[in-house]
């Protein structure tokens, strides 16, 4: 089935649009709330590794859904880093500005203005979250009737977000980095008298308990959800592998015991 990340031979442009939220991985600004138990550089690590496996996600679900993909990134002078690391496929929107919630509305604005009907931010913290639930949002998004489409993070935030249009009131007066994002932002829904679709829980990895989690997820046979199959997480789980293998990772998270299930 040919990939509909890039335009159609016609020329159009796949109805949704989605963006990663993304940082470029830099050693002591890069996920530091995973330093400990990694250090600085492990972390930066982590972040391409999410990135990329974010990004084959919204490859994967583009197989079953016209989607576009992007990364909305900052800072602007690391542009050659996503086009390093990021498949030739993923569009590029430079998204950086003081106010976290100018940079959430100017992307679905950008989004909008290449063409695409719909928007969709994506985190880049949830390297294995299924591709199916990117088909759910794109298909619902989809519909008529303006909507909002919230998949809500196991921390209380949110790992993504669609829109049929720009509804800045959405990203404004919200206690960003804490366990209300969710629970605001469906209160300005609604505000704006917006019905919300909401996706399947997932999880945000972005401290050692969730790292502790991935690593159970990938290595130890323990489904978060039983009724959703993660993505592959290929970078990611390469990564990780290395750091048990090589450098005792398994003993800095603790997992000397057979790992609990993670959704418990």
Not at 186 to 214: F, G, I, N, S
């Amino acid at each position: 089935m040919r990939s509909k990340l890039t335009p159609a031979d016609d020329g159009s442009t796949p109805g949704c649009g989605i963006a990663i939220i993304a940082k470029a991985s830099i050693r002591g600004q890069s996920k530091t709330r995973l330093v400990p138990p990694l250090s600085f550089e492990e972390a930066a690590q982590c972040n391409t590794a999410f990135l990329r496996d974010v990004a084959e996600s919204i490859s994967a679900a583009a197989a079953h859904a016209g989607i576009g993909g992007y990364a909305a990134f900052g800072p602007p002078q690391a542009r050659p880093f996503f086009q390093q690391v990021l498949p030739a496929g993923i569009g590029l929107i430079e998204a950086w500005h003081p106010d976290f919630s100018d940079c959430l509305s100017g992307t679905v604005a950008a989004l909008l203005e290449r063409g695409h009907h719909n928007a969709v931010l994506l985190n880049s913290d949830s390297p294995t979250l299924p591709a199916s639930l990117l088909v759910e949002a794109a298909q619902v998004l989809a519909r008529p009737g303006d909507r909002v489409v919230l998949g809500p993070a196991s921390d209380g935030g949110y790992y993504l977000l669609g829109l049929k249009r720009r509804h800045d009131r959405l990203f404004r007066d919200i206690a960003w980095s804490t366990p209300r994002v969710a629970r605001e932002t469906l209160q300005r829904a609604a505000e704006l008298r917006l019905p919300v679709h909401l996706l399947p829980v997932w999880y945000d990895v972005d401290d050692a308990e969730t790292l502790r989690m991935l690593a159970s997820e990938l290595f130890g046979g323990v489904a978060f959800a039983l009724d959703l199959a993660p993505g592959a997480a290929r970078h990611s789980r390469a990564l990780i592998r290395s750091l048990i293998e090589n450098a005792d990772l398994r003993g800095r998270l603790g997992l000397t015991e057979a790992p609990r299930r993670a959704a418990e």
